[in-house]
């Protein structure tokens, strides 16, 4: 009898990913829908995700998946979460719909202490609409609208998402991962777990930021990529758990 090692989660459908060469979104989707898949919940759950190269998230997961207007993930999610209680609500955002028109529906949910769930993936660039800077974009990184680089004296410092919102009493985990090698793959898995875990228990707002690459409008390989994300993202950005119900943050 033969025995399977590694298969399609039940949660993804049967399609081909749209995302380009290196993305990892396709990894994120997988890792949240093993997830969905080892707690049992793809009956009561339901996604959310706006504008962004995940706009079309709702043709990988097998679940009840809502688009949402730029930035208004959360908002979306904080109606259908209040209708439905007992299900699994999730939004997937990306930074540029996150961290700018969507900041303050972020803040204000966290706040709240909203019990939904949200994966934030941080590329530090808009993907979808061609590379522009975003307020997670590194100083002197170079991006279509600002070909010389970041500068903090014309757009401000890079925004720390995860840093801003464990200050706030409503939220109940944020986390930082990666995925840009196995450890850290594994590592984000058991973040988006807990988080998931914890919003089944009736804790409040829950945060995993997962830090991803671009290698299209970066301009690099998919391998050149993950090591630029090394290199230079984790530095700004450090991995971690900020804050947790166990306490303790960094």
Request: hydrophobic share 40%; charged share 20%.
């Amino acid at each position: 009898m033969a025995e399977v090692l590694f298969a399609r989660p039940k949660a993804l459908l049967d399609v081909p990913f749209h995302y380009c060469p290196g993305c990892h979104h396709g990894i994120i989707h997988r890792l949240v829908a093993e997830v969905i898949d080892e707690l049992g919940v793809g009956e009561i759950t339901i996604g959310v995700a706006p504008v962004g190269c995940s706009v079309l998230a709702y043709e990988y997961f097998n679940c009840d998946m809502l688009e949402a207007a730029h930035g208004r993930a959360p908002a979306v999610a904080t109606g259908v979460k209040r209708v439905h209680p007992d299900a699994v609500v999730f939004t997937y955002q990306g930074d540029g719909d996150l961290a700018a028109i969507g900041c303050a529906e972020i803040v204000h949910a966290a706040a709240r202490g909203e019990k939904i769930t949200t994966v934030f993936v941080n590329n530090a660039i808009y993907g979808m609409t061609g590379g522009q800077m975003a307020p997670t974009t590194l100083i002197d990184q170079v991006t279509n609208t600002s070909p010389y680089g970041r500068k903090s004296a014309e757009a401000g410092l890079p925004i720390r998402m995860c840093e801003m919102l464990s200050t706030l009493d409503g939220a109940k985990y944020i986390t930082r991962v990666a995925i840009n090698n196995a450890v850290n793959m594994a590592k984000a898995k058991a973040a988006i777990k807990k988080a998931f875990e914890l919003q089944l228990s009736g804790a409040g707002f829950s945060m995993v930021e997962v830090l991803s690459t671009c290698p299209t409008n970066w301009g690099m390989t998919p391998l050149e990529a993950s090591d630029w994300l090394e290199k230079n993202m984790i530095p700004y950005y450090p991995l971690g758990v900020y804050k947790s119900p166990e306490g303790g943050s960094k």
